[in-house]
Every structure is written in structure tokens, then in C-alpha cells.
Nanobody, 121 residues
Framework: QVQLVESGGGLVQPGGSLRLSCAAS????????MGWYRQAPGKERELVAS???????NYADFVKGRFTISRDNARKTAYLQMDSLEPEDTATYYC???????????????WGRGTQVTVSS
């Protein structure tokens, strides 16, 4: 019943910017940590950035200083502002959230279906 939907992906030139959104909906009691992961063909999925319910952030070294993760708890939405994009950033970006379900009060990880980000001239 809980659903995560990513949006904002697309084609951008090197040095450009993109803003991804992840909206959670359904029978949600509360959301703990939210995060963005990415996966390129032939590579393992890797953490890009995460943010706790209280707003504490963690970034992978390869995006530090270029990307910014944020969240709006009222809207149940996480964002990833990506600046100074490089071709190496090309990947499918997935939203992850640890969610406590209203009906059971059980916490579990939920994943979105992903949004494609392509950085190319």
C-alpha cells in the first residue's frame, strides 16, 4: 500500500543541475531515514545521500559538495538537488525510505521504481 514515486530525472549537460523528488504515500505512520541510491549498468547499487527524520545528512564522497539532500516531513517528500553534474553521475536513481506502517506499526524499507538521470553533451 505504501508507495514511493520518484520524479525529476532526465537528460542534462555536464555541469548542469537537476532536482529529484521522492513522494511517499499510503498508510504511513511515520518515516525514519530517507535516502537516494543510484545504479549504473554493470555496477552495484550505491548510496548517494541519506537524511534522518531530524534532518541529519550523510553523503557519499563522490557527491559531497555537489549534491544536497533535503526533506519536507509535512509533504512526506525527499529531494536531491544535483549540481555540477558529470557523465559519471549517469545512473538510475532510486528513493529509499524506512517507513512505519499505520496498520501494523512495523518498520520496513520501501523502494521507488527509479528515475533515469543521464549526463551527456
Amino acid at each position: 500500500q505504501v508507495q514511493l514515486v520518484e520524479s525529476g530525472g532526465g537528460l542534462v549537460q555536464p555541469g548542469g543541475s537537476l532536482r529529484l523528488s521522492c513522494a511517499a504515500s499510503g498508510g504511513i505512520f511515520s518515516i525514519n531515514t530517507m535516502g537516494w541510491y543510484r545504479q549504473a549498468p554493470g555496477k552495484e547499487r550505491e548510496l548517494v545521500a541519506s537524511i534522518t527524520r531530524g534532518g541529519y545528512t550523510n553523503y557519499a564522497d563522490f557527491v559531497k559538495g555537489r549534491f544536497t539532500i533535503s526533506r519536507d516531513n509535512a509533504r512526506k517528500t525527499a529531494y536531491l538537488q544535483m549540481d555540477s553534474l558529470e557523465p559519471e553521475d549517469t545512473a538510475t536513481y532510486y528513493c529509499n525510505a524506512n517507513i512505519i506502517i499505520s496498520t501494523t506499526f512495523v518498520a520496513s524499507d520501501s523502494w521507488g521504481r527509479g528515475t533515469q538521470v543521464t549526463v551527456s553533451s
